[in-house]
């Protein structure tokens, strides 16, 4: 079954306990995707893959880091959790050419950071 | 300025009976793409429906159609024949540039509309 994980889907954390949000997908994709979504705010994209060892900043990156080591994954790490990044997170993936783009999204992460 | 602009926080429809929800785009880019998602209690993200800036007929899949008026700039979602199971928030959202543009792939997504399904 095509889909993206992610892992774990609930996480209450303290501030500044580094934390890794795990993205895997089947779909041999080569664009990957995290966002965060806030309420009045819709989601907002925080980083971004176009392929392995190619990423780059979204619209809200300060205080993220992604990698992309291998094209199936793309974890998304907070070295040092703040409050203001309890949110629920959203990894995505697509095709980069051919069909509508259509964005594969993973079950979501919500995060609570005290 | 906002990019996706959706004017509806919330709207309640009568099962059975159509509804429209509401969606603005902003964008320069000639090549561009307009996707609908829905969004449950249960909170995934389910993909509806895709418009490309190109095609020349309205998206249609199922009982949800999209209303692409370009000139205007709206690509309006239409559900017919609402039923319960379709009361979930429901978030626009606009993909630009070619492939390689710095802005390539990201989706912008509107604040959302909370759709009711009254029985």
């Known amino acids: 079954e095509a889909q993206v994980t992610q892992n774990p889907r609930y996480l209450i954390t303290v501030t500044g306990k580094k934390l890794t949000v795990t993205c895997s997908q089947n779909m041999n994709h080569e664009y990957m995707s995290w966002y965060r979504q806030d309420p009045g705010l819709g989601l907002r994209q925080i980083y971004y893959?176009?392929?392995?060892?190619?990423?780059d900043k979204g619209d809200v990156p300060e205080g993220y880091k992604v990698s992309r080591k291998e094209k199936r994954n793309f974890p998304l790490i907070l070295e040092s959790p703040s409050p203001n990044q309890t949110s629920l997170y959203f990894c995505a993936s697509s095709l980069i050419a051919g069909g509508s783009y259509e964005q594969y999204f993973g079950p979501g992460t919500r995060l609570t950071v005290t | 300025a906002q990019k996706i602009t959706q004017t509806q926080p919330g709207m309640f429809v009568q099962e059975k009976e159509a509804v429209t929800l509401d969606c603005t785009y902003d964008?320069?880019?000639?090549?561009?793409?307009l996707f609908w998602y829905k969004q449950p209690s249960s909170g995934e993200m389910i993909f509806l429906i895709y418009q490309g800036s190109y095609d020349q007929q309205n998206a249609t899949e199922g009982r949800y159609s999209l209303n692409f008026q370009k000139a205007r700039k709206s690509a309006n979602l239409v559900i017919s024949a609402s039923q319960l199971g379709d009361s979930a928030m429901y978030f626009c959202?606009?993909?630009?540039?070619?492939?390689?543009?710095?802005?390539?792939?990201?989706?912008?997504f509107g604040q959302g509309t909370i759709l009711t399904v009254h029985p």
């Open positions: 959202a606009m993909r630009e540039g070619y492939a390689g543009g710095t802005s390539y792939g990201k989706l912008t």
């Open positions: 964008t320069s880019d000639p090549s561009y793409g």
């Open positions: 893959s176009m392929n392995v060892e190619v990423t």
